[in-house]
């Protein structure tokens, strides 16, 4: 995941959205970086609070997402996986990743993908919005979810 090519669009201006913030619990350090930039990321959108949710793993975040966001106006998922020596870093990666987008299309609530999958926890630390990293991927996600929520509203606007 890289930066490169991201929007550099204006402030975005969320207020009155429901936004629920779900985040997996491995990998604590980058994990706390995480979730401070989303709801950093939120709070400047003009969403102050949140519903924040923590599940055990990433594999769990789609199940979770799924059930809140029906709730919500858009969904923020959080969470880390560093490759291993074993598979388990392709089939965790995989089911949430397309757990994420199908419950996003399911209930047609917006789901920010802020899911790492680094080499290693050195790589995930640089992309955690902590001091000293270089990129903010939790506030990117949350900032994603909540442009498309105002997408989706533009586009169905309430009558
Ligand atoms: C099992 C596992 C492993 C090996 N690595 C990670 C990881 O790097 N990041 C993460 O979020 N979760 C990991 N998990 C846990 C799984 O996501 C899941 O919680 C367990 O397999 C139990 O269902």
Do not use: N
């Not at 858009?74 to 969470?79: E, K, P, R, T, Y």
């Amino acid at each position: 995941m890289s930066a490169e090519g991201a929007p550099t669009d204006s402030a975005v201006d969320g207020r009155g959205l429901a936004v629920a913030v779900v985040a997996a619990s491995w990998h604590q350090q980058v994990m706390d970086g995480l979730v401070a930039g989303a709801l950093r990321r939120l709070a400047q959108a003009g969403v102050p609070e949140p519903t924040v949710i923590r599940v055990p793993g990433s594999f769990e975040l789609p199940v979770v997402v799924g059930a809140v966001a029906p709730a919500h106006d858009a969904v923020v998922a959080l969470g880390v996986v560093i490759r291993g020596g074993t598979p388990h870093f392709d089939y965790v990666c995989s089911a949430a990743t397309t757990g994420l987008a199908a419950v996003a299309r399911e209930h047609g609530v917006p789901v920010g993908f802020g899911l790492l999958t680094c080499d290693d926890e050195e790589q995930a630390l640089t992309r955690a919005g902590l001091a000293g990293s270089v990129e903010d991927k939790g506030a990117e996600a949350a900032e994603a979810a909540v442009r498309t929520a105002l997408v989706l509203r533009s586009l169905d606007p309430p009558g």
